[in-house]
């Protein structure tokens, strides 16, 4: 799971376009917490032990306990300032190598795209670097031994395929829809296993991942020129509409 | 080795949209542009790669591929690049090009940018534009790894001739054997609406508050001769509106000449669907809602006294 700032809570610098990220709340994505309601819905139907996992910055402590609470077993999260800034190819190779230290797995449960950048590169790159099958934007998937039927969304269709565990799944915001954590839950989630470990601890070298590893330079990040010409009609519903359509017959969208 | 541009996609109409921006962009670096073609093709159908320019053509037989899924993709793409050396791939961003470009970026130890939604040259590096921030920002982005991966929304270029000379060459690969076993495939419910191509798109969201009310937006809609879209929790979370409607970052990107926005608040994962329109009218009772800040013209008020109003406004025209 990625801890993402409140996306919904940014604001732009009027002036220079920047996005504000100070001081904003952080959280675990939409999309992770589906993954993470499948992996506790798979607990619930057919007997497994959940772990969560997650690279990032000492706020992680906190986030985490939502995950416990939601139903993980088990939480062990990255944190080491080394990794702060890294791209997708280094948070994938230290992801992997904490699977790997985890130990014995079956699935490898993902969201399509994490919340604020969505490259939907992270399965990818670990089912290369743990040389397993993946199957990714699932909507659907239930277990018998070890083989998964799921059902991909693929655009316009729908694909039902099989494939043998251990692998990389990767859901969309269809499969489930993530629980709210139980008041109980959340007391309970401080006392469950938590680990944490530095890149020290899974034998990476601080020289492959961060910003001096980085594959891609970030030129600029900023909000999209407003062009729009913002005219906004309040008050009686005739006058608003009858306003409304002149502007569109001026502008030669309506005729 | 020689170095050059790559691209690829699941149909010829993709490649064509990306072959022409790779022109541009080879043409100035003095690289050769070459393109994969997944599976048999005739002729005339080869031929036309070249009249978007391309330089060279890969042919990948339909019997090397079966049904394409990503690791099979990947594969192809790594055993080209590989052999042929161009270093720079450029991919149809759909869903399997999307996840093949995370993959084959891995077998390359490669720099990897997803859901490009422009690329222009800054010297002599390609500067890739996405958006971060959940749609918030456009990161505009250079990847430093020799070898570079990008995936580039459908529909981002529009496909032009330029006639070239261009030779095609069979590729006999060795494929691994899939891991993924496909048991069925079937298209979704929903009569596919192609939104992504309408002139005018009426969107509306959670807003409305019964099922029914949907034909009065139905209604505007087909006044406007448009399409109709949805936010996400009318189709995945209410079952409204079939999910081919779906306007946003888990489902369509429209560019609509005219986008008519009934009762959306207007988050980013809706209006990242919506930010190509050339006119954005909105329409909520919450002032503040963050729709009439990317909207051309709003009207601040209840959809229900305002949608049956602006039908009544837009007949009398016509007559």
């Known amino acids: ?255 | 080795m020689t170095s050059g541009i790559l691209v690829s996609s699941e149909t010829d109409e993709g490649a064509f949209e990306l072959l022409t921006k790779g022109r541009e962009v080879s043409k100035q670096l003095n690289l050769e542009l070459s393109a994969v073609i997944l599976g048999d093709r005739d002729d005339r159908t080869v031929q036309s790669y070249f009249e978007y320019g391309a330089q060279k053509a890969f042919l990948i037989p339909s019997s090397s591929l079966g049904n394409l899924d990503a690791e099979t993709y990947a594969n192809v793409l790594h055993e080209i690049v590989k052999e042929a050396g161009p270093d720079t791939l450029l991919i149809r961003s759909t869903r399997l090009g999307k996840e093949t470009a995370g993959r084959v970026a891995q077998k390359l130890q490669a720099g990897c940018i997803t859901d490009a939604i422009g690329l222009t040259l800054k010297d002599q590096d390609l500067l890739v534009e996405r958006y971060a921030l959940g749609g918030n920002t456009i990161s505009s982005e250079i990847i430093k790894t020799k070898k570079k991966v990008v995936s580039i929304m459908p529909r981002t270029f529009e496909a032009q001739k330029a006639p070239a000379q261009g030779k095609a060459e069979k590729v006999d690969l060795m494929i691994p054997p899939r891991r993924i076993q496909l048991v069925e495939r079937k298209k979704k419910l929903g009569e596919s609406a192609n939104i992504e191509s309408a002139e005018t798109l009426v969107c509306v969201g959670k807003g409305i508050s019964n099922k029914e009310d949907l034909a009065m937006v139905s209604e505007l809609s087909s006044l406007l001769k448009g399409e109709l879209g949805c936010t996400r929790a009318l189709s995945s979370d209410y079952h409204w509106i079939s999910e081919d409607r779906m306007v946003g970052i888990s489902g369509k990107r429209c560019k609509p000449k005219l986008n008519v926005s009934i009762g959306i608040s207007g988050q980013i994962q809706h209006t990242v669907g919506i930010m190509g329109s050339k006119l954005i009218v909105a329409i909520n009772k919450d002032k503040e809602a963050p729709i009439f800040k990317i909207a051309d013209y709003g009207i601040v008020g209840d959809l229900y006294q305002v949608v049956p109003k602006l039908i009544e406004r837009i007949k009398a025209l016509g007559t």
């Not at chain 1, 018998?144 to 039902?160: H, K, M, P, Q």
């Not at chain 1, 006392?191 to 891609?216: E, F, M, Q, Y």
Request: charged share 25%; with cysteine.
């Open chain 1, 1 to 255: 799971m990625k801890q993402v700032v409140d996306l919904q809570q940014i604001r732009i610098k009027r002036d220079t376009r920047e996005p504000v990220l100070e001081g904003l709340p952080v959280l675990f994505g939409d999309m992770d917490k589906n993954a993470l309601e499948e992996a506790v819905k798979i607990k619930e139907k057919y007997g497994a032990k959940v772990t969560v996992l997650s690279v990032g910055s000492a706020k992680l402590k906190d986030t985490i306990l939502e995950a416990l609470a939601m139903g993980a077993d088990e939480g062990c999260i990255v944190v080491d300032p080394a990794c702060e800034g890294s791209d997708t190819g280094a948070s994938a190779l230290t992801l992997a190598k904490a699977v790997e230290k985890i130990g014995a797995y079956d699935l490898v449960l993902v969201g399509e795209g994490s919340a604020d950048n969505y490259s939907g590169q992270i399965g990818s790159r670990i089912a290369e670097i743990l040389n397993i099958p993946q199957v990714t934007y699932v909507r659907e998937l239930s277990i018998e031994g070890t083989t998964i039927t799921a059902v991909r969304d693929i655009e316009a269709v729908l694909e039902v395929v099989k494939a043998q565990m251990p692998l990389v799944v990767s859901v969309t915001s269809e499969i489930n829809k993530p629980r709210r954590a139980p008041l109980a839950q959340i007391l309970r989630a401080s006392r469950k296993p938590l680990k944490s470990w530095t890149l020290n601890d899974l034998g990476i070298d601080p020289g492959k991942v961060g910003p001096v590893a980085s594959a891609i330079q970030v030129v600029s990040n900023l909000a999209p020129p407003q062009e729009r010409k913002g005219m906004i009609f309040e008050g009686d519903v005739g006058e608003t509409v009858g306003k409304l359509v002149d502007a569109l017959r001026k502008e030669g969208a309506l005729q």
